[in-house]
């Protein structure tokens, strides 16, 4: 074999491999990149109404859904939705708190099938899911709701609010650095909860809306006239400061 030709196999044999690396790499990231956090605020709690109508059919006495993240995947007409939150279901005098409840929707339209998930998957269940995997049916319709920011804002209080009651670790951590600073540790938190709960109400006198380019800043007033903030960097990932 000439050198020509010892050339000729050395450059096809690098152009093989480098085609080979990028279809490797297609396969790696494609389905990564077909999953996406749910930025619309109307689905989110739409989906949110959904579920907590579900709920209500199973096993609970009075309970209460919160949505904490989704993300979808788009399947031609159908998309499929990851959902992760948490049920409070209120029973006589008490109730039960169940973190990490999740459900796979699957949405074609205003119609949708839902299905329980176990509570240690996440959402690289969509990554691989295809219409093969499941069978829509339709006959499930959405849930109408009547949405608005000021309603969001208040939902986001409430959460605190509950917290305070059902899970202190996650009250504390929904808290801004600057009201952190304001207790000199966790403890100290937890012995000023109950003034805590008492100070802030969940109804909204008036509120001004700041965006930025990583946060929204929310500066509310709430009808005990406190002055609360909300920094939100997306729906329902947010800081509270009071």
């Given at each position: 074999?000439?050198?020509?030709?010892?050339?000729?196999?050395?450059?096809?044999?690098?152009?093989?491999?480098?085609?080979?690396?990028?279809?490797?790499?297609?396969?790696?990231?494609?389905?990564?990149?077909?999953?996406?956090?749910?930025?619309?605020?109307?689905?989110?709690?739409?989906?949110?109404?959904?579920?907590?109508?579900?709920?209500?059919?199973?096993?609970?006495?009075?309970?209460?859904?919160?949505?904490?993240?989704?993300?979808?995947?788009?399947?031609?007409?159908l998309?499929?939705?990851?959902?992760?939150?948490?049920?409070?279901?209120?029973?006589?005098?008490?109730?039960?708190?169940?973190?990490?409840?999740?459900?796979?929707l699957?949405?074609?339209?205003?119609?949708?099938?839902i299905?329980?998930?176990?509570?240690?998957?996440?959402e690289?269940?969509?990554?691989?899911?295809?219409s093969?995997?499941?069978?829509?049916?339709?006959?499930?319709?959405?849930?109408?709701?009547?949405?608005?920011?000021?309603?969001?804002?208040?939902?986001?209080?409430?959460?605190?609010?509950?917290?305070?009651?059902?899970?202190?670790?996650?009250?504390?951590?929904?808290?801004?650095?600057?009201?952190?600073?304001?207790?000199?540790?966790?403890?100290?938190?937890?012995?000023?909860?109950?003034?805590?709960?008492?100070?802030?109400?969940?109804?909204?006198?008036?509120?001004?809306?700041?965006?930025?380019?990583?946060?929204?800043?929310?500066?509310?007033?709430?009808?005990?006239?406190?002055?609360?903030?909300?920094?939100?960097y997306?729906?329902?990932?947010?800081?509270?400061?009071?």
């Amino acid at each position: 074999m000439n050198d020509k030709n010892k050339k000729l196999i050395i450059v096809s044999a690098s152009i093989l491999s480098i085609l080979l690396i990028i279809y490797l790499l297609l396969l790696v990231f494609k389905n990564d990149e077909d999953v996406y956090v749910l930025k619309d605020e109307e689905m989110f709690y739409k989906i949110q109404a959904t579920i907590n109508d579900y709920i209500k059919k199973q096993d609970y006495v009075d309970p209460s859904f919160t949505l904490k993240k989704i993300y979808y995947k788009n399947e031609g007409i159908l998309t499929y939705y990851y959902a992760s939150g948490y049920i409070l279901d209120y029973v006589i005098n008490d109730y039960d708190y169940e973190k990490n409840i999740n459900y796979l929707l699957l949405i074609k339209g205003n119609s949708y099938n839902i299905y329980e998930l176990d509570k240690n998957q996440n959402e690289s269940i969509l990554e691989n899911i295809n219409s093969e995997d499941y069978n829509f049916e339709n006959g499930n319709i959405l849930s109408d709701i009547s949405w608005s920011e000021q309603n969001k804002l208040s939902s986001y209080i409430a959460e605190f609010l509950n917290l305070l009651n059902i899970d202190n670790k996650e009250a504390y951590e929904l808290l801004s650095d600057n009201t952190k600073n304001k207790y000199s540790s966790y403890d100290n938190f937890l012995t000023n909860s109950v003034d805590i709960y008492n100070m802030l109400d969940t109804t909204i006198k008036n509120y001004t809306k700041q965006e930025n380019k990583d946060y929204t800043l929310y500066e509310i007033i709430d009808n005990k006239n406190n002055t609360i903030k909300i920094i939100e960097y997306s729906i329902m990932n947010y800081k509270i400061e009071y």
